[in-house]
């Protein structure tokens, strides 16, 4: 059974820097596309960043030069660095696992980006 678990949703200060780490089992985990979506209260959930099998990544523009996604082939795990926060980032972030047809989500981890 495929599962994704995320984790280090807090509260943060606007400016501040802030990891999410996204923890998957029962998978071949190399062969997976990994993604962060996030979706804000009141709006559709949204891509932030993926990182496809071969390493390549993607970005929204809202994003880009803001946040960086990685991931760990030896530990099963994406990570989502998250930089010079605003308070549109508030928002539930997703892990999404890709492969072919085949899609699984986590449950999610809550940032909110208040001072």
């Known amino acids: 059974q495929v599962q994704l678990v995320e984790s280090g949703g807090n509260l943060v200060q606007p400016g501040g820097s802030w990891r999410l780490s996204c923890v998957t089992s029962?998978?071949?985990?190399?062969?997976?596309?990994m993604g962060w979506y996030r979706q804000a209260p009141g709006k559709e959930r949204e891509l932030v960043a993926e990182?496809?099998?071969?390493?390549?990544?993607n970005y929204a523009s809202f994003v880009k030069g803001r946040f960086t996604i990685y991931r760990d082939n030896a530990k099963n795990t994406v990570y989502l660095q998250m930089n010079s926060l605003n308070t549109e980032d508030t928002a539930v972030y997703y892990c999404?696992?890709?492969?072919?047809?085949?899609?699984?989500w986590g449950k999610g981890t809550l940032v909110t980006v208040s001072s």
């Open positions: 990182v496809a099998s071969d390493g390549a990544t």
């Open positions: 029962g998978l071949a985990f190399r062969a997976y596309d």
């Open positions: 999404n696992a890709k492969i072919g047809h085949l899609e699984t």
